[in-house]
């Protein structure tokens, strides 16, 4: 997702001075001696290469810029900003709304940069299928296809062979579901096989004497008066 060879965050960058080698095919960023970004250079006269990546953390805290920015039309020219990536987007608009919706995605293009990009989007792939579109939920499934697949980065993701058998658990989220098509979910309900209620307790009730309208008389008691 990203044309970040070792340093994330290349929002922190901004304001700083850095250092660019250009080179006959492509430019790379400096940070002193760590390279911290690389672009394709372009050919076109005032042509611009961005990459949707280097823009997360500031399009996190104002998502409202993303539907219209340059990084994320080139990132769907280029194909890193997949159809599935567009889906995911669609829904969890439909239920969290634009802002809050747009950080999700966020989150899952977050996820970006420590895992396969298809082992990402099998994960959001899963979770359109059971309707829980969070970033979570797409991290788990990811994290599961990762494995599957053996494309598991880092030491505290991998299993050893034999040492332990996956579960295979799906995460369902019926608020999700409800929200994205509630005709579905009441369709996909069990029957109700429980009678009806009856009343006929309470008819009973309505039928006694009402003994408040005419109460019963006190009987006298014996005695001299005084």
């Not at 993303?66 to 567009?86: E, I």
């Not at 996956?166 to 429980?194: F, Y």
């Amino acid at each position: 997702m990203s044309g970040r060879p070792d340093t994330p965050y290349q929002a922190r960058f901004i304001g700083r001075k850095v250092r660019v080698s250009l080179r006959a095919t492509e430019i790379q960023v400096f940070d002193g001696r760590t390279l911290i970004a690389r672009h394709p250079r372009t050919v076109v006269r005032g042509g611009q290469c961005v990459q949707l990546d280097h823009y997360l953390e500031v399009l996190r805290i104002k998502p409202g810029a993303l539907p219209g920015s340059t990084a994320l039309s080139q990132a769907r020219a280029s194909g890193v900003f997949t159809p599935a990536h567009d889906a995911f987007w669609a829904a969890v608009r439909k239920t969290d709304g634009d802002a809050a919706g747009t950080r999700e995605l966020i989150d899952v293009l977050l996820l970006h940069r420590s895992m396969d990009a298809r082992d990402v989007v099998d994960g959001i792939a899963a979770a359109l299928r059971v309707g829980a579109v969070t970033a979570d939920v797409v991290a788990v499934e990811a994290r599961r296809a990762a494995a599957e697949r053996g494309t598991v980065r880092g030491p505290a993701d991998q299993v050893a062979c034999g040492e332990a058998e996956i579960v295979q658990h799906r995460i369902l989220s019926l608020t999700q579901r409800r929200l994205a098509d509630p005709a579905a979910v009441i369709a996909g309900l069990p029957a109700d096989k429980r009678p009806l209620p009856s009343m006929a307790a309470y008819d009973r009730l309505l039928r006694l004497p009402d003994r408040a309208a005419s109460p019963e008389p006190v009987p006298a008691r014996e005695g001299n008066a005084s």
